[in-house]
């Protein structure tokens, strides 16, 4: 069965540079969530879309972006980046608005050098 | 604010002894509870869950949680390890329409 697909696995950049990481939801599934994870610590919320508009809002910065597009794929937009930014991001998507049940990607691991 | 907390770090046992991972929340409203397992450099993986219902709840791999509402708890469960259950394990609660949080996280380790 097709999951969730998160772009690229890992990425390396340099302090004020930025990102751009991309998540494609299992197919049907209209609404996609973004979670911070750093070392040793929980997922945090970031931020989440359902049918293209943003839905929620949790701990994300202001230098980060994010969309949903048409074809209900996800795209994190990171500038400025931080050392701080070094992190697994990971991308969950579910069905219909809800998160009673997600299915997560298996993360970007971006390294701020 | 609704919150998670998981008291343990790590807990350790050993192949086909019980296991419990322990888990309470805050919430104003009635909560969503869940659990997620993470292997390493995976994402994370649903286990279970309870909206509503029945308060034993069985989900993935043999595993089951009990949703006490009087402690506000809802441990996780296994009644016999195996060592392949070793991984990072995450309580989560939310209400409805609002995004999951995550508890810190607990490692199982389980030994042969």
């Known amino acids: 069965a097709a999951g969730v697909i998160q772009s690229p696995r890992h990425l390396i950049k340099e302090k004020r540079e930025t990102a751009t990481l991309k998540c494609y939801p299992i197919p049907r599934h209209d609404t996609v969530y973004w979670y911070q994870q750093g070392p040793g610590q929980d997922p945090q919320f970031l931020i989440s879309?359902?049918?293209?508009?943003?839905?929620d809002k949790g701990s994300i910065p202001d230098r980060f972006s994010a969309q949903q597009f048409s074809d209900y794929h996800s795209e994190l937009n990171m500038s400025s980046l931080e050392l701080g930014d070094s992190a697994l991001y990971f991308c969950a998507s579910s069905q219909g608005g809800t998160n009673e049940k997600l299915f997560f990607g298996s993360g970007t691991q971006l390294s701020v050098l | 604010a609704q919150s998670v907390a998981q008291p343990e770090d790590q807990v350790n046992v050993a192949e086909g002894n019980p296991l419990t991972v322990k888990c309470t929340y805050s919430?104003?409203?009635?909560?969503?509870l869940f659990w997620y397992v993470q292997y390493p450099n995976r994402g994370l993986q649903f286990l279970l869950k309870?909206?509503?219902?029945?308060?034993l709840v069985k989900g993935s791999y043999g595993f089951e949680a009990e949703f006490n509402k009087s402690q506000t708890s809802f441990h996780l469960k296994k009644p016999s390890a195996l060592v392949s259950d070793s991984a990072l394990y995450f309580c989560a609660v939310n209400e409805a329409g609002t995004a999951l949080i995550f508890g810190k996280g607990t490692t199982l380790s389980v030994s042969s």
């Open positions: 919430v104003s409203g009635n909560p969503y």
């Open positions: 309870y909206i509503t219902g029945d308060n």
């Open positions: 879309f359902y049918e293209k508009m943003q839905s």
